[in-house]
């Protein structure tokens, strides 16, 4: 099995678990929320777009039965929640007896596996900061980048090791060198990890004089309304007369503009130096 495979596995058994407890204690809100964020978040966003090159590239092996098994029994745990799209998808992957006559899902817990779950963990963080950049940046996705990893601990070197055909495909990376004597010269940005740096080339990728200007010039725009959102807060016939629920979307307006600035000025400091 691909680490890949390890994981989903690991994470299927651990949400098998999570909402057959939670169920049996009535928390029903809990095991929704469970196997909700699996089938969106690590089932679709991230399982299922790492098996692509295998499925497209007919070099399926065990990955083609895994993503079927998932998804059944995906299936079976969203089924209380969801009766009739469920039964629908079931019977579309093949005709048989209802969903409801199939047995409930039990958590195998010789599949939990923590390391695979740790590393993919790492693997997913590397590629979320890639994309990241390439947003701040206004870089298409479309462009390939080249990409250097710089690991710190000895360890982080094998979980790039094997997921670096992962963060190739999913980051849309022309390459990744694995480099730990790296050093970052200019026209290259920088992303900073806790157990490795990654630096990407910029060369031939973006007019680094224009995209500082327009950052600049976006950061200064942000900083305007963060003054007025402030002086808004700052205000008591606001936050004593207003309700709850907007006073709070305020402070969480504050609070995402002001990220907003320092990812902002490090990626501008990036380009000037």
């Known amino acids: 099995l691909t680490l890949a495979d390890r994981w989903i596995l690991s994470r299927l058994n651990g949400v098998i678990d999570g909402v057959t407890k939670a169920l049996g204690h009535y928390r029903f809100n809990e095991a929704e929320a469970l196997v909700y964020d699996f089938v969106w978040h690590d089932f679709c966003d991230w399982y299922v777009e790492i098996s692509k090159p295998q499925i ?5 092996g065990a990955t083609g039965m895994i993503l079927i098994n998932v998804l059944e029994e ?32 039990v958590p195998d817990k010789k599949r939990v596996n923590k390391t695979a779950e740790s590393e993919m963990d790492a693997i997913k963080e590397i590629v979320v900061s890639v994309r990241n950049l390439r947003s701040d940046m206004n870089i298409p996705h479309s462009t390939k980048l080249v990409a250097r990893a710089v690991p710190l601990k000895k360890k982080i070197e094998g979980v790039l090791s094997a997921g670096r055909r992962y963060i190739i495909d999913l980051a849309n990376l022309e390459d990744l060198v694995i480099d730990k004597d790296f050093v970052k010269r200019r026209g290259f ?40 959102t402030e002086k808004r807060m700052k205000d008591r016939n606001f936050t004593e007369k207003a309700p709850e629920e907007v006073v709070n979307a305020e402070k969480d307006k504050c609070a995402r503009i002001t990220e907003q600035i320092e990812r902002l000025e490090i990626t501008i400091n990036e380009i000037q130096s």
């Open 56 to 60: 497209i590239g007919k070099t399926r």
């Open 189 to 228: 940005a920088s992303i900073v990890l806790e157990n490795l740096n990654i630096f990407i080339s910029l060369e031939g990728v973006i007019d680094l004089d224009a995209e500082r200007k327009r950052l600049t010039k976006k950061k200064e725009s942000l900083e305007s309304q963060l003054v007025f």
């Open 74 to 105: 995906s299936l079976k745990l969203l089924h209380p929640f969801m009766p009739f799209v469920t039964e629908a998808v079931w019977q579309n992957i093949k005709e048989r007896d209802s969903i409801m006559t199939a047995n409930w899902p």
